[in-house]
């Protein structure tokens, strides 16, 4: 959950272009045989979601701030005392999911406006733990948030006994409010304490969800573009951890993620560019400047499907060497590639589209 930018070497911007079209003709087919009710209900539960991932954080915060100056005050006073002297952790130690979220009818109808689609191509065991790496982060991650943060998609059906749970950016569960909001919904920071604690204090068949690229990968967004870039080759840490628990490596990716919305292209070494990665490194997201298909955060009716590739079987290493950690990254990636070139065209590109790993 960071707001992202992409780099696109073709014309994008604002006006018609070949994937804009393409989603033109898309929108038809699948809004055919839905009634406009039906068509409403699926806009509105995808623009809560989009509105929610842009200012719920910052509504929340403001809103505290505001009641510190009311004669409310003692409320705003006691949840900060608590969040920081009892609570601190508990977004480390697995948060506190519940189904209730996790079942919002809403939901299906978020699903049902792309629509959504999970696939499975091999069987996932409950009785191991996985670290699922998820491609690409698109602008809002969608794929992921509706196959891994949500009942919606079937992920329960599809592997009975695993349990899924999406890791995002750490500094958001120290959000007040909107960290109750993203724990219920059975999320949980990326770090290393909250990891260690997922893969190995609670059983078996965990399966943490990484979105591997995170802000840099934002940036590499590119609808209609040839050749979808993935940021992967330096970053080792899931593989290191993955190898200390035992835990199978397994690549997804989530085809017409990039296709979701227009984007304001910065060339790189612009001044916009420079800005977005000096924003990057001080708070750990990339603002994005994008236009969506109606109301400008609405996205494009792109189908995206969610493809979970097999499991690369991965050894328990307490203290794993950086051979060890070169190797089955190297794994990894190869996976990736082949998950990506085996399922493009079933999933609706051409067959002369590429994947591209930096």
Not at 132 to 150: D, E, W
Not at 228 to 240: A, E, L, P, S
Not at 280 to 293: D, Q, T, Y
Not at 308 to 316: D, L, W
Request: aromatic share 12%; glycine share 8%.
């Amino acid at each position: 959950m960071i707001w992202s930018k992409c780099v696109l070497h073709v014309p994008c911007g604002l006006g018609e272009s070949a994937s804009s079209r393409l989603s033109s003709e898309k929108l038809s087919g699948m809004t055919e045989g839905k009634s406009q009710w039906k068509e409403l209900v699926e806009a509105v539960s995808v623009l809560q979601w989009v509105l929610s991932f842009l200012f719920l954080g910052l509504s929340c915060m403001i809103l505290m701030v505001y009641l510190m100056f009311t004669s409310l005050w003692p409320l705003p006073a006691l949840y900060f005392t608590w969040m920081v002297l009892a609570d601190w952790q508990t977004p480390e130690r697995g948060g506190r999911k519940t189904t209730f979220v996790s079942r919002w009818r809403i939901w299906d109808h978020y699903r049902d406006y792309f629509p959504v689609k999970l696939v499975k191509t091999a069987e996932l065991s409950p009785d191991k733990n996985y670290v699922l790496g998820c491609h690409p982060h698109g602008i809002m991650s969608t794929g992921a948030f509706s196959c891994f943060s949500t009942e919606s998609s079937g992920f329960a059906q599809a592997f009975p006994g695993m349990r899924a749970r999406l890791v995002v950016l750490a500094g958001l569960f120290r959000i007040p409010l909107f960290r109750e909001y993203l724990m219920c919904a059975g999320i949980c920071p990326v770090s290393r304490p909250s990891l260690v604690h997922l893969l190995s204090k609670t059983g078996k068949g965990n399966a943490v969800v990484i979105i591997i690229g995170g802000a840099a990968e934002s940036l590499s967004s590119c609808p209609g573009a040839d050749t979808h870039t993935v940021v992967v080759k330096d970053r080792k840490g899931f593989v290191r951890v993955a190898l200390e628990f035992g835990a199978d490596l397994v690549p997804v990716y989530s085809f017409g993620e990039n296709e979701l919305f227009q984007q304001v292209i910065f060339s790189d070494g612009s001044l916009g560019r420079r800005l977005q990665d000096l924003f990057k490194r001080v708070m750990g997201f990339a603002p994005c400047l994008f236009v969506g298909e109606r109301m400008a955060f609405l996205p494009y009716r792109t189908p995206v499907t969610t493809v979970v590739g097999s499991p690369i079987p991965v050894p328990r290493r307490v203290t794993p060497t950086q051979e060890e950690v070169d190797h089955y990254h190297r794994l990894y990636m190869e996976g990736l590639s082949k998950l990506f070139n085996q399922h493009k065209v079933s999933c609706g590109l051409p067959e002369s589209h590429k994947l591209r790993i930096i």
